[in-house]
């Protein structure tokens, strides 16, 4: 069974400073996804990685996959407040169909 | 706004009754994809229908049912309703069946009593 672990799950930063979020899974998948969320809102994709090494950046958020650590990180440059949601990473379930199984979300919040 | 249209936005009812929530994929896009969110279970994948097919299954119920119509739009029919359902049930698309961005619909938030 596909597993995906998030870490840290809550966190708490000033603005400006920089931080990472990690999201492991357990088993082999080229397919990684990262999504915002905001309070009662849906989900917004940020991110889809479908190769190892694969990075792409949208603004102060980058998001690197490594396949074979089974590990991809979402990185926050000089956070600012208008960040604040809940962030989950997803793996697609495999097998050509693309179910995703999510973690359990990093909530962040970014304090002036 | 992702271009996913779900109804109804709120749906409360009582334990045991039936109720069917609907999307509407963005235009052009093949794969439905149905997610439960709840606090005790978090974002769980339920099922997944590209053209019209059955593509995937994931932690659905029995009590749980769902298809897509020629026009991809989608139903997911959920009966014997327990206190435990009451989620909020996303409804995704994508152009394709694999390796593709997953839009998410706005979710209908259903409570039972």
């Known amino acids: 069974e596909l597993k995906v672990e998030q870490n840290p799950l809550f966190l708490s930063m000033q603005e400006g400073k920089n931080y990472t979020i990690y999201c492991n899974y357990s088993t082999t998948s080229d397919r990684l996804y990262w999504y915002r969320q905001d309070p009662g809102k849906s989900l917004e994709s940020l991110f889809v990685?479908?190769?190892?090494?694969a990075v792409k950046q949208e603004g102060r958020l980058m998001a690197s996959l490594d396949t074979k650590a089974r590990l991809s990180t979402l990185h926050i440059t000089a956070a600012v407040h208008d960040l604040s949601a809940t962030y989950f990473c997803?793996?697609?379930?495999?097998?050509?169909?693309?179910?995703?199984?999510f973690g359990k979300g990093t909530h962040l919040i970014i304090q002036p | 706004d992702s271009g996913v249209t779900q109804t109804p936005k709120h749906l409360i009812t009582a334990t045991g009754q039936r109720v069917t929530l609907r999307c509407s994929p963005r235009s052009g896009d093949l794969s439905v994809y149905w997610y439960q969110q709840s606090l005790d279970q978090g974002l769980q994948f339920l099922i997944q229908?590209?053209?019209?097919?059955?593509?995937a299954k994931g932690n659905i119920l029995e009590r749980f049912s769902a298809q897509q119509f020629p026009d991809l739009h989608s139903e997911l029919n959920l009966s014997s309703l327990e206190l435990g359902d009451s989620a909020l049930y996303f409804c995704?698309?994508?152009?394709?069946?694999?390796?593709?961005?997953?839009?998410f619909g706005p979710g209908t938030r259903l409570t039972v009593t």
């Open positions: 995704a698309s994508s152009v394709g069946d694999g390796g593709y961005e997953q839009y």
């Open positions: 229908y590209y053209n019209g097919e059955e593509r």
């Open positions: 990685l479908l190769s190892n090494g």
């Open positions: 997803a793996v697609a379930t495999g097998g050509g169909a693309d179910g995703l199984t």
